[in-house]
């Protein structure tokens, strides 16, 4: 065979693993765990921790969400304003005035201290301040993260009793705006690739040693956050999401990650920019800010999703039917992959093929990550530069 064709296969055998042996990655049936029988009779307190930073844009539809929560028990809002220009903090206590609900308490901590990236520093006050009260449950959310009135009593509902039927910790990766043209292509391939790094339903197996957690729904048991020292023990943490979750395992904890059903994310990414910041202000540290893995993951990215249509291509210039058929076979595995993603985002299945090309943007993203940590800039997030933040700590 040629060369090309050894690559056209190699790639074939790579997505029949993938497929069937990346814990089923690609299924979408991962939702919130249903709890069966009666209700609680006494349902436990909740402390809402919401660090928020120039969050005036998403706020009015968002915050509101969390203030109308139909919960049974008692629940309170801590809003924590992490130095923000735009009047985030008189905004939230202004919406509170005026759609009621749960109460509301605004604080704001001042600049970070050395050594804490900005969004755990704003969740160690809130949740300091939330330990005041006792509460039973943390919920971690962001502030541009939409819930349906049912959110909080579901999330308390699936985690259940304490002990070894319960979770300590359950988070859902809340649905992505895909309202532009960029977010069609782009968002639905970034839960895609974050289920392909974290199989939900290895992160869900008891003994598991994968851990992950999306930071936008985080409902923690409080005596877990307690054990692992959760946020002190994560503070440089860039990627704090799937830092926290592995802390949680560390101590001993139960965690659950699924795709949501009723909680949204209202924060616009329009354009091919916004996104390319989302991506690469933090793709090197999930690297851990390692050249080998860099070097790695470019070229396992192009043997994987750039090989399959290049070499079917390659295989029809040039006559080679080995080369041609292996490349389309491989190439069909990979979009027959992202199609539950696709249905999941009421997307059009007629976007599948074109992952090869969305996997090269986020290459590039990656590659960019890395320049711009070598540049000094590192990870920038809301006016906020980490020279060299720490990536998520190994389990």
Request: with cysteine; hydrophobic share 50%.
């Amino acid at each position: 065979m040629s060369a090309i064709a050894w690559i056209a296969v190699g790639s074939l055998v790579v997505w029949v693993w993938l497929l069937l042996g990346q814990g089923f990655f690609w299924r979408t049936d991962q939702r919130l765990p249903v709890r069966t029988g009666a209700e609680p009779e006494r349902w436990p307190s909740v402390a809402v921790v919401v660090p928020a930073r120039d969050e005036a844009q998403v706020l009015p539809r968002s915050l509101p969400s969390l203030l109308a929560q139909d919960y049974p028990g008692e629940a309170e809002i801590i809003l924590v304003d992490d130095c923000s220009g735009d009047g985030t903090g008189e905004l939230a206590r202004a919406l509170s005035v005026r759609c009621g609900g749960l109460p509301l308490t605004v604080v704001s901590p001042g600049e970070p201290e050395p050594g804490w990236t900005g969004k755990l520093w704003a969740l160690r006050h809130g949740m300091a301040l939330a330990r005041q009260r006792r509460p039973e449950f943390l919920l971690l959310t962001d502030a541009d993260i939409a819930h349906e009135p049912d959110s909080l009593r579901e999330l308390v509902a699936a985690a259940g009793a304490e002990g070894a039927d319960g979770f300590d910790l359950v988070s859902q990766m809340a649905r992505l705006r895909v309202a532009s043209t960029w977010e069609r292509l782009i968002v639905p391939a970034f839960v895609y690739f974050f289920g392909q790094l974290y199989p939900f339903r290895r992160v869900n197996r008891r003994g598991s040693r994968t851990a992950a957690a999306a930071g936008g729904c985080v409902l923690l048991r409080a005596g877990a956050a307690e054990r692992a020292r959760l946020p002190e023990s994560i503070r440089q943490a860039v990627i704090d999401d799937v830092s926290l979750a592995r802390a949680v395992r560390r101590a001993g904890g139960r965690i659950w990650l699924g795709l949501a059903e009723r909680v949204d994310s209202v924060r616009p990414y329009p354009g091919l920019a916004d996104l390319w910041r989302m991506v690469s202000r933090s793709a090197y540290a999930q690297l851990r800010h390692s050249p080998l893995l860099l070097a790695g993951t470019v070229l396992g990215l192009g043997l994987v999703y750039v090989a399959p249509p290049a070499t079917v291509l390659a295989g029809l210039l040039t006559g080679d039917p080995v080369a041609a058929w292996a490349g389309g076979a491989a190439w069909a595995v990979m979009a027959g992959t992202y199609m539950p993603m696709l249905g999941y985002y009421r997307q059009s299945l007629w976007l599948a093929p074109l992952l090869p090309f969305t996997a090269v943007l986020y290459l590039l993203m990656t590659v960019d990550s890395a320049v711009q940590h070598y540049r000094g800039l590192g990870a920038a997030w809301k006016g906020r530069t980490y020279a060299r933040p720490e990536a998520a700590p190994e389990p």
